[in-house]
């Protein structure tokens, strides 16, 4: 509690916020970082909101968008950085490690401001003043939220941009509500903030319904030619190339859910997107409720994440990543499935 009071001190004068999520940021990390810094506004608060790197275009119709700096932008990042040593607080939306903000890391790590972490990934690291987290939560955005209502009491401050805002990622961090963390919770938040005005079949439409010619050739082309299907390791994944990549003029974005094509396969337990970029391959793993993948992803491939949506990273070939991914399954296959056969002989 002590903590908490220190914070809402921290932010009931007007100051210097720089508001910044992971490298790549998702539906949740920009709706978070943006529902967030419409609220702050009101409050008399000055706000930037700093992502590492660009983000997919079906994200840019959130209020606000306009002024994001993308800190890999060489042309904006002396500004950038100039606004982060000048913060006064910092808030780190969506990560629970600052090695996630990438090339940003150090500029915040060395910064005099007062850190404040929102976030629902496990494991969080100590590199806050204050921290407002749970794994409860299904996505950034219901906790950004709760901590505007709940506890900030400032209900009123919300409007239907910022509600937008926050029903976006709620939205994709549950799959469209459809995983396993769309709790009672997740559809009292939603409600609420449809009443206050999100839109949520134009949400949908701008995320899931809004593609590219290049965008519908490339998803073809990665199922028809690079899924991968073991039904004896009960896995499969797609191993998409940098040529592959380049064909479909691919932009930022264009895998995003390519992963759940491989999941949604009958039989299927663990799923896997493989993906070749100029630092290396990125990985995405995904996995049905009983079958955690995060501790695999940490151990194996220097990732984590949530139990059943994980990422990681290797510095192999592409070939050589996806051999040591079959090699390892067939190694663990005990431990990965042990929680899966002792569900399936209690039915």
Known sequence: MQALELFKNKIASPAKIVITTHHKPDADALGSSLGLKNYLIKKGHEVTVITPSDYPSFLHWMKGNEEVINFEDKSHQKEAIQKIEAAEIIFCLDFSCLSRLQSMQDHVKNSSAYIVNIDHHQDPKDFSQFSYWSTDAAATCELVYELIVDELGDKDLLDADIADCLYAGIMTDTGG??????????????????????DNTKISKLIYDTNSVNRLKFIGFAISRRLVINQDLRIAYFAISKKDLKKYASQTGDTEGLVNYALSIDGIKIAALFTEREDGIKISFRSVEEVAVNKFAQEHFNGGGHKNASGGKSDLTLSETTEKFEQLIKDNTNTLYNQLELIHEKN
Do not use: D
């Not at 509500?177 to 999100?198: D, S």
């Open 177 to 198: 509500f459809r995983h396993p963390n769309t709790t009672k919770n997740v559809h009292l938040i939603t409600a609420e903030l449809i009443e206050l005005g999100a």
